[in-house]
């Protein structure tokens, strides 16, 4: 079951929270945890940023498509964020460049986020799949290349070495698997809501309470810990037989599972 319970800003598991669950089942949706506020002078949408916790778990770019297409966030369905001006490239930066791994070239993998831009119909004349003009591009120095191959892009933190830094920009790449660091990298994908936004309302058959204290599954009581840096959160060991552990999907969208003490 997927529950979303992190916003940006907050400090989780400071303590142990209390969640109660009357028969029923959690309804999968996103946590969509960035809003480009209109206030600054953003459109509005949610973004939430992806990403599996090892290489097993890696999305081709269809799979990112079609998990994107599938999130709901407050009535609204998502898709592979679209990136269609610089305004929208530096929101994104802000919210997600220390959330991916810079890749070193050469040297060590880094994170790819996928997003929904693609030339597979006609080689070279990217688009984007929810048909917005393509006006806009932040390519990495030489993307793209090897057209005709590489007809999917995906966001990255890359490295050169040539003395400019790490570089927020954008790569064409085949969909995967198979592709270069596929088996060392981690590749995940940005989701965008575009709205309009209702607000949520709890399904009826389940109650969830949140405050300090323990999680009650039918009964038992499981706890879970605090967060540990930046890579994920480690549960932090109760005195009880089982605890549940927190395996993050990413730092605002976890998996819930027991765990051995």
Not at 95 to 110: I, M, Q, R
Not at 159 to 187: C, E, K, M, V
Not at 188 to 198: A, H, K
Not at 202 to 230: C, D, V
Request: hydrophobic letters at 35%; proline letters at 7%; a negative charge.
């Amino acid at each position: 079951m997927n529950i979303s319970i992190c916003r940006p800003g907050v400090t989780l598991f400071r303590g142990c929270f209390l969640v109660l669950v009357t028969f029923g089942v959690f309804e999968s949706a996103a946590n969509a945890g960035f809003e480009w506020s209109t206030s600054v002078g953003g459109n509005g949408h949610y973004y939430e940023l992806v990403l599996p916790t090892d290489p097993s778990g890696n999305f081709t770019w269809f799979q990112a498509r079609d998990a994107a297409a599938a999130s709901i966030y407050n009535g609204s369905a998502g898709h592979l964020v679209t990136v269609t001006s610089s305004a929208e490239d530096d929101f994104l930066r802000s919210a997600f460049e220390s959330s991916l791994k810079v890749d070193n070239l050469p040297g060590s993998s880094g994170d790819f986020a996928w997003i929904g831009l693609t030339d597979v119909a006609q080689t070279g004349n990217f688009q984007w799949i929810t048909g917005e003009p393509f006006t806009y591009s932040n390519w990495a120095p030489p993307e793209p290349n090897f057209l005709g191959i590489e007809h999917y892009g995906q966001l990255w933190v890359r490295d050169y070495h040539d003395g400019a830094g790490p570089i927020w920009s954008w790569n064409n790449s085949q969909p995967g698997p198979g592709i270069p660091r596929w088996d060392t990298g981690l590749f995940g994908y940005i989701v965008e809501f575009d709205g309009p936004f209702t607000a949520a309302v709890p399904e009826p058959s389940t109650l969830i309470i949140l405050g300090i204290g323990s999680l009650m599954l039918f009964g038992r009581q499981f706890w879970y810990g605090r967060r540990n840096g930046q890579t994920g959160y480690e549960p932090k060991r109760c005195d009880k037989s089982r605890s549940f552990g927190v395996n993050s999907a990413s730092f605002r969208k976890f998996t819930w599972a027991p765990s051995k003490r």
